[in-house]
């Protein structure tokens, strides 16, 4: 099994609506957790980090953590062009950090 | 300006032909980290380290050197290149172990032929 699983995609979603992307990990004992967005072409930048329980927004960005299930999400609120990239999820295991294979957003203008 | 630069760019080599790709950082970062991207496959890390002369395998280490004599540098060794290692290679760093952000590399596409 992976430490991280990004099962979802590719999503194409049409400008101004929510891009909803999903991911599982494995490790009960993980404490952060990261999006990265990678346009193509282009290295992995943070947008998000989350380590509690809940929601936590940033700008049209809300990420979604649930422990219990193991569960992060994060939300794209009103899609925009430039939001049309790979997003890959991130969490630490051992002392590594573990990504899973990325969802690819396209938003249609 | 704080930044990872990883050179070269782009490598075109041949099987069995040993390279290296360097890695620097000047942000003072413990923590630095090479991984590999394929497609499908995402981001597997195949060598970090925590420290100057602290090193230790990722996910896919074999066929790969590293050392980390200086803080800033964690270059990556490729003793004998196989087709294999075709890949987009990324160096990151952050301040500590994984638990924070890292800061990537612009990359290094390598083709082995």
């Known amino acids: 099994q992976k430490e991280v699983e990004q099962n979802s995609g590719p999503l194409s979603v049409p400008e101004g609506a929510i891009a909803s992307l999903n991911c599982t990990y494995s490790?009960?004992?993980?404490?952060?957790f990261f999006w990265y967005r990678q346009y193509s072409g282009k290295s992995p930048e943070l947008i998000m980090s989350?380590?509690?329980?809940g929601d936590k927004e940033d700008g049209r960005f809300t990420a979604q953590l649930n422990k219990a299930s193991q569960y992060v999400s994060l939300l794209i609120r009103d899609s925009q062009p430039s939001d049309s990239a790979t997003y890959l999820c991130?969490?630490?295991?051992?002392?590594?950090?573990?990504f899973g294979a990325g969802t690819t957003v396209t938003v249609r203008a | 300006e704080a930044q990872v630069t990883q050179n070269p760019r782009y490598l075109i080599t041949v099987t069995g032909k040993k390279l290296t790709v360097t890695c620097s950082q000047n942000?003072?970062?413990?923590?630095m980290s090479w991984y590999r991207q394929d497609p499908g496959l995402g981001l597997r890390q195949i060598y970090y380290?925590?420290?100057?002369?602290?090193?230790d395998k990722g996910d896919v280490p074999e066929g790969y050197k590293v050392s980390r004599k200086e803080k800033r540098n964690f270059p990556l060794i490729l003793e004998s290149p196989s087709p294999n290692q075709t890949s987009l290679y990324f160096c990151?760093?952050?301040?500590?172990?994984?638990?924070?952000?890292?800061?990537f590399g612009p990359g290094t596409r390598l083709t082995v032929l």
């Open positions: 380290s925590m420290n100057v002369e602290v090193t």
């Open positions: 942000m003072n970062h413990e923590y």
């Open positions: 989350i380590y509690s329980n």
């Open positions: 991130a969490a630490p295991h051992d002392y590594k950090l573990s």
């Open positions: 490790d009960r004992g993980s404490q952060s």
């Open positions: 990151a760093s952050s301040w500590d172990r994984s638990y924070n952000e890292q800061f």
